[in-house]
Protein backbone atom coordinates (compact mmCIF):
# COMPACT_ATOMS: atom_id res chain seq x y z
CA UNK A 1 0.00 0.00 0.00
CA UNK A 2 1.14 3.81 -0.73
CA UNK A 3 -0.04 6.99 0.86
CA UNK A 4 0.31 10.44 -0.83
CA UNK A 5 -0.04 13.20 1.31
CA UNK A 6 0.20 16.61 -0.45
CA UNK A 7 0.81 20.25 1.57
CA UNK A 8 2.12 23.56 0.25
CA UNK A 9 -0.69 24.96 -1.03
CA UNK A 10 -2.48 28.64 -0.51
CA UNK A 11 -3.36 31.49 -2.12
CA UNK A 12 -0.38 33.71 -4.05
CA UNK A 13 -0.33 36.51 -6.24
CA UNK A 14 -0.56 36.68 -9.82
CA UNK A 15 3.54 36.46 -10.33
CA UNK A 16 4.74 34.73 -7.26
CA UNK A 17 6.04 31.11 -6.15
CA UNK A 18 4.75 28.50 -4.32
CA UNK A 19 6.50 24.82 -3.74
CA UNK A 20 4.29 21.80 -2.99
CA UNK A 21 5.10 18.65 -1.46
CA UNK A 22 4.28 15.17 -1.63
CA UNK A 23 5.53 12.45 1.02
CA UNK A 24 5.15 8.83 -0.17
CA UNK A 25 4.92 6.24 2.27
CA UNK A 26 4.54 2.51 2.17
CA UNK A 27 5.88 0.98 -1.06
CA UNK A 28 7.60 1.99 -3.71
CA UNK A 29 9.79 0.63 -6.32
CA UNK A 30 12.93 1.83 -8.54
CA UNK A 31 10.36 1.99 -11.77
CA UNK A 32 8.27 3.92 -10.30
CA UNK A 33 6.89 7.43 -12.05
CA UNK A 34 5.40 9.78 -9.46
CA UNK A 35 3.43 12.71 -10.75
CA UNK A 36 1.43 16.09 -10.86
CA UNK A 37 -2.31 16.60 -11.92
CA UNK A 38 -4.67 19.72 -11.26
CA UNK A 39 -8.15 20.22 -11.33
CA UNK A 40 -10.12 23.69 -11.48
CA UNK A 41 -13.47 24.56 -10.74
CA UNK A 42 -15.81 22.59 -13.16
CA UNK A 43 -12.84 21.21 -14.99
CA UNK A 44 -11.47 17.69 -15.69
CA UNK A 45 -8.47 16.99 -13.66
CA UNK A 46 -5.15 17.60 -16.28
CA UNK A 47 -1.68 16.36 -16.23
CA UNK A 48 1.06 18.95 -15.17
CA UNK A 49 4.44 17.17 -14.96
CA UNK A 50 5.97 13.68 -14.00
CA UNK A 51 9.35 12.38 -12.56
CA UNK A 52 10.95 9.14 -12.94
CA UNK A 53 11.76 7.95 -9.35
CA UNK A 54 15.11 6.36 -9.96
CA UNK A 55 16.27 8.79 -12.71
CA UNK A 56 14.70 11.94 -11.64
CA UNK A 57 13.72 12.48 -15.44
CA UNK A 58 11.06 14.92 -15.61
CA UNK A 59 8.53 15.72 -18.30
CA UNK A 60 6.32 18.62 -18.57
CA UNK A 61 2.47 19.60 -20.25
CA UNK A 62 3.43 22.54 -22.30
CA UNK A 63 1.41 24.74 -20.05
CA UNK A 64 3.66 24.89 -17.33
CA UNK A 65 6.65 24.53 -19.07
CA UNK A 66 9.59 27.07 -18.57
CA UNK A 67 7.76 28.22 -14.89
CA UNK A 68 7.13 24.71 -13.02
CA UNK A 69 9.96 22.55 -11.81
CA UNK A 70 9.32 18.81 -10.31
CA UNK A 71 12.08 17.43 -8.46
CA UNK A 72 12.12 14.50 -5.57
CA UNK A 73 14.45 13.78 -3.10
CA UNK A 74 14.36 10.03 -2.54
CA UNK A 75 15.99 10.15 1.21
CA UNK A 76 13.16 12.15 1.90
CA UNK A 77 10.28 10.28 0.35
CA UNK A 78 9.26 13.23 -0.85
CA UNK A 79 8.50 14.78 -4.33
CA UNK A 80 7.96 18.85 -5.19
CA UNK A 81 6.42 20.94 -7.56
CA UNK A 82 8.37 24.36 -7.57
CA UNK A 83 5.93 27.06 -9.37
CA UNK A 84 6.84 30.28 -10.55
CA UNK A 85 5.58 32.95 -12.44
CA UNK A 86 1.84 31.93 -11.75
CA UNK A 87 -1.10 32.51 -13.24
CA UNK A 88 -4.80 32.98 -12.26
CA UNK A 89 -5.75 30.27 -14.65
CA UNK A 90 -3.22 28.42 -12.30
CA UNK A 91 -5.99 28.11 -9.57
CA UNK A 92 -6.87 24.44 -9.05
CA UNK A 93 -6.26 21.72 -6.44
CA UNK A 94 -3.04 20.13 -7.08
CA UNK A 95 -2.68 15.99 -7.08
CA UNK A 96 -0.11 14.08 -6.36
CA UNK A 97 0.17 10.24 -7.69
CA UNK A 98 2.53 7.68 -8.12
CA UNK A 99 2.72 4.56 -10.51
CA UNK A 100 4.77 1.28 -8.85
CA UNK A 101 6.32 1.09 -12.65
CA UNK A 102 4.71 -2.55 -12.03
CA UNK A 103 3.30 -3.07 -15.37
CA UNK A 104 5.12 -1.74 -18.72
CA UNK A 105 4.30 1.09 -20.15
CA UNK A 106 5.08 4.12 -21.79
CA UNK A 107 7.30 6.18 -20.57
CA UNK A 108 4.97 9.46 -20.66
CA UNK A 109 2.22 8.89 -17.86
CA UNK A 110 -0.48 11.56 -18.96
CA UNK A 111 -3.56 10.11 -18.12
CA UNK A 112 -4.99 9.62 -14.65
CA UNK A 113 -5.53 5.67 -15.25
CA UNK A 114 -2.14 5.06 -15.67
CA UNK A 115 -1.56 6.16 -11.58
CA UNK A 116 -2.45 3.59 -8.99
CA UNK A 117 -2.46 5.96 -5.97
CA UNK A 118 -3.43 9.18 -5.42
CA UNK A 119 -3.53 11.74 -2.68
CA UNK A 120 -5.78 13.99 -1.29
CA UNK A 121 -4.68 16.98 -2.97
CA UNK A 122 -3.80 20.66 -1.90
CA UNK A 123 -5.68 23.99 -3.24
CA UNK A 124 -3.65 26.62 -4.80
CA UNK A 125 -5.37 29.71 -5.78
CA UNK A 126 -3.54 32.23 -7.70
CA UNK A 127 -5.61 36.18 -7.93
CA UNK A 128 -5.07 38.81 -10.01
Known amino acids: QVQLVESGGGLVQAGGSVTLSCVVS????????MGWFRQAPGKERDFVAQINWSTALPYYSDSVKGRFTISRDRAKNTMYLQMSSLKPEDTAVYYCAANLGQIPGPSVKKFEVMYDYWGQGTQVTVSS
Open 26 to 33: GRTFSRST
